[in-house]
């Protein structure tokens, strides 16, 4: 099935750019040159990815992907020409997937939408063999009071639901997994978005940091070590 990118941005010239490298790769593309036309846009068609920039008229960035997110976990790339990390923290509490700093080369920004959208494909067949089963017990991890439940991406702490946007569950599941060993942050890069990251560990740092304030006192599970990643830590 052809796969629907919703390009979100102001700029003609560059809209038209980023449209032109994804018709070239097969994709259908859906514009928006403003936030709420965006968001007319998402409700009306099927959105396999979008890309959205921060700065836009009518309705920001920010609020596009917090309505998007009430709804759907539709993967997110956030552009902007603001690199301040309070921004890059707001947007993945928002529930991005990605950011990409202008200027950017548009074959990048290509090739981390591939790998997200098949990524994200990947997850959901996985998800759905696993519903397919009833006797299943790998499905749900429970460590310390913080139990996870694969197939419905769901998290609870001692009993209570928290909600976790789908990398941070992404994130917390593979830490869970793999409890006790050392997980690089190049691991965790490979592992949730498929693809070597060319920029700094701010990506995977703040995910973790919001991962970790939503943990609460469940937080100390998840170890620092430093100048090499995480360790879930914990028993059974």
């Known amino acids: 099935m052809q796969k629907t990118i919703l390009v979100v941005e102001d700029e003609e010239i560059l809209r038209e750019i980023i449209k032109d490298y994804f018709l070239n790769e097969g994709y259908q593309v859906l514009e928006a040159a403003d936030g709420k036309e965006a968001i007319t846009l998402f409700h009306d068609h099927e959105v396999h990815l979008i890309i959205l920039d921060i700065m ?8 596009v992907c917090r309505r998007v997110r009430k709804t759907s976990n539709v993967p997110i790339i956030m552009l902007t020409a603001r690199v301040d990390e309070d921004d890059t923290l707001l947007g993945f509490e928002l529930g991005a997937d990605d950011y990409v700093t202008k200027p950017y080369s548009p074959a990048v920004l290509l090739a981390r939408a591939k790998r997200l959208i098949d990524s994200r494909s990947r997850e959901d067949r996985q998800s759905e063999a696993f519903m397919s089963y009833t006797n299943i017990e790998s499905d749900t991890l429970t460590i310390n009071g913080l139990r996870i ?76 070590i430093v100048r090499t990643g995480y360790k879930f830590e914990g028993t059974l």
């Open 56 to 63: 836009l008229p009518e309705l920001d960035g920010w609020s």
């Open 149 to 224: 439940h694969i197939p419905s991406r769901t998290v609870s702490i001692d009993g209570e639901n928290i909600y976790l946007t789908y990398t941070e569950f992404q994130i917390l599941a593979y830490l869970m997994r793999n409890k006790g060993i050392v997980i690089t942050r190049e691991q965790l890069i490979t592992k949730i978005w498929g693809y070597e990251y060319e920029g700094d560990d701010r990506t995977i740092n703040t995910h973790i940091r919001n991962l970790r304030s939503k943990l609460g006192d469940k937080s100390k599970l998840i170890t620092t």
